[in-house]
């Protein structure tokens, strides 16, 4: 048996906390939360303009693809991506080995104040993240529990 | 391997369609994204040459409830085929869950089926997965030419293995067969993580109704 590791309730709580805080200071829209490989691990703002799930494969992707970059003026990665666009921006930070926060942002700050208040909320989600491995706890289900009936219905 | 959110109480797992250049990967995440009901999936995503070849990787995000009470998130990944794209593959293999390989079934392109193969064994050992742990099924695709090779050979040459997987036989153009592929490497990743671990014996229950042509569903290896 495999257990997939698990954000318990108080945990997403906490972590919602924390970006919560980060996105009335950094006054931006949308942060979100996500591994390396793209699955998004919370998010926190206004999700109702874009696809979350597309921004965080779109992302990782953007991130992975620049660390050869980074490699070639002799750095292991870069540390923090900016997108710029007319009205709205994408500032994506790493947090840990395995993790990057994405901020979404406007014209009601600056790159410049998503970038401060970014480092200090990596490193808060960071050791959030890090306590949770180390509680060790995971989910698993019973076989029963997967469904044997069809699930996504034909045009 | 993703983490549970306890919260909006979501699970999300990364299936990734690896094959040598042009066997037909796009083609599976297509005709899938045109079959599912929108409700059920996001935009596909392609990040393409102008000439319609994969240069990063297809992207499909599908919904479904399949574990009692939670939202299963299934994020379908396309590797870019090409040799060239090492690097590229190296990185959308990153957190992979379940991997469907795709082979063309063309004499011509024995060859490359078998190579890409080693490159998918040799890409998950860089991060510590071995081929024999990961759940992952075999698609013979293009079964509608007719230079194709038989089925057997296509066996002997990848699925001779000592875990033989579920193989099928496929027209991704037209259907055939790619909801049963992705229901079935569905079901083995799904059951590896339930509490009995064992991936079942007979032929996996689909997840997603394959809303396909009516042909038969040939399927000429169990687990």
């Known amino acids: ?155 | 391997m993703s983490i549970i959110n306890y919260a909006s109480r979501e699970i999300q797992f990364k299936i990734v369609y690896y094959g040598p250049a042009l066997c037909g990967k796009t083609t599976n995440l297509a005709y899938i994204h045109q079959r599912i009901n929108p409700e059920n999936r996001g935009d596909l995503v392609s990040l393409a040459t102008a000439a319609d070849r994969t240069l990063f990787f297809d992207f499909l995000p599908l919904n479904a409830v399949v574990i009692k009470g939670f939202v299963t998130k299934f994020q379908l990944y396309t590797v870019p085929g090409q040799v060239i794209y090492n690097a590229t593959r190296q990185l959308v293999l990153r957190s992979v869950d379940g991997v469907i390989f795709v082979a063309d079934s063309q004499w011509e392109k024995m060859e490359e089926n078998v190579e890409s193969f080693k490159n998918l064994e040799d890409n998950l050992a860089k991060q510590n997965i071995s081929i024999d742990e990961i759940p992952y099924v075999l698609q013979y695709n293009k079964r509608d030419l007719e230079n194709t090779a038989p089925v057997n050979y296509l066996e002997y040459v990848l699925n001779n293995r000592k875990r033989r997987v579920q193989s099928f036989e496929v027209v991704s153009s037209s259907g055939q067969n790619v909801f049963a592929s992705l229901n079935a490497v569905s079901q083995i990743l799904l059951h590896k993580f339930s509490k009995q671990s064992d991936v079942p014996k007979t032929a996996p229950a689909p997840v997603a109704i394959p809303v396909e042509p009516p042909v038969a569903q040939k399927q000429s290896a169990a687990v």
């Open chain 1, 1 to 155: 048996m495999n257990a997939i590791p698990c954000l318990t309730i108080e945990d997403v709580a906490n972590l919602d906390g924390i970006l919560s805080n980060f996105l009335n200071k950094a006054e931006a829209e949308l942060t979100v939360v996500i591994d390396r490989g793209g699955n998004v691990i919370s998010q926190f703002g206004d999700m109702t303009v874009m696809d979350v799930t597309i921004i965080a494969a779109l992302a990782a992707g953007s991130f992975a693809a620049t660390k050869e970059l980074a490699r070639r003026i002799g750095e292991v990665e870069f540390n923090a991506l900016y997108h710029q666009g007319n009205g709205n921006h994408i500032f994506m930070n790493s947090v840990d080995d395995d993790t990057i926060m994405i901020t979404v942002f406007g014209r009601r700050t600056t790159v410049g104040l998503v970038r401060f208040y970014s480092a200090s909320t990596a490193q808060s989600v960071a050791a959030l993240l890090k306590s949770l491995s180390n509680t060790g706890h995971g989910f698993s289900f019973d076989a029963s529990d997967i469904t044997a009936t069809p699930i996504f219905a034909g045009q």
